[in-house]
Structure formats: C-alpha cells, structure tokens
C-alpha cells in the first residue's frame, strides 16, 4: 500500500511551508532526523525537503555555533519573517 495514497499532490509543498515556518519558530535550528521524525520521512526526503528550503530561501544555512555532533538547519537572516509568519 502506498503511505501517499490518501494524502493530496500538494503535500510535499505544505510540508516544505510548514518546515519553513518551524524553521523560524526554532532559532537554534532543526537537524534532518528532527524533520524525519516530524514529517514522518526517509531521510533521503528530508534532505530534499531541506535542499528546497534552501535554494529557496538565502536566509536559512546550516547552524555551526553548537557543540553537536548533528548539523542544524535555520535562519540566520530575520529580514524576512513578518513577511511569513504575522502572529
């Protein structure tokens, strides 16, 4: 059985929308087996949910001021997030 057969086409794109917005929700960034376990993915997919963020957007890189042995994902530009997210 497919594990896509009842979510919509569009998934992959609100998905990478809601990783964006967790992104700017977690200042000190988001690894890949968070995202994994998050979105439910391979972690094959989760990367590319990460590399589209990426291109994407030149305000999220990888995080390198901690002391991890796992990288971490974020924003290190605020410019732009009263553009996405008005709480």
Request: charged share 25%.
């Amino acid at each position: 059985m497919n594990k896509f057969a009842d979510k919509p086409r569009y998934s992959r794109v609100s998905d990478a929308i809601e990783l964006m917005i967790w992104m700017l929700e977690t200042p000190q960034g988001i690894t890949l087996k968070q995202i994994q376990e998050r979105f439910n993915v391979s972690r094959r997919t989760a990367e590319r949910l990460r590399n589209s963020l990426l291109n994407a957007l030149p305000q999220i890189d990888e995080l390198n001021y901690f002391q991890s042995n796992e990288k971490h994902w974020g924003f290190v530009d605020y410019s732009i997030p009263q553009l996405v997210v008005n709480k």
